[in-house]
């Protein structure tokens, strides 16, 4: 997982009006990759609400990207 910030500390930070994005690299474990997005399928018995709301497949490169933000911020 990558983590890149771009925060100035010298400036008040509201937590509130922050975003963060992550990227998983899933190249050298394609099964757990795939598993992780038949959680994505409304059909699937595993299927999870917060990986479709949250989460980008990336088939191509077998990377999940992740966001994390307050909820009402993103619109």
């Not at 990558?2 to 050298?28: A, G, H, P, W, Y």
């Not at 399928?41 to 077998?62: L, P, R």
Request: glycine share 2%.
């Amino acid at each position: 997982m990558k983590l890149l910030t771009d925060i100035n500390t010298e400036n008040d930070i509201d937590v509130d009006k922050q975003v963060m994005i992550c990227s998983v690299d899933f190249s050298d474990n394609v099964e757990m990759y795939n598993a992780l997005k038949n959680t994505a399928n409304i059909e699937s018995v595993f299927y999870n609400e917060e990986i479709v709301k949250y989460g980008i497949f990336d088939d191509n490169n077998t990377i999940l990207w992740l966001v994390w933000y307050r909820e009402g911020f993103v619109k």
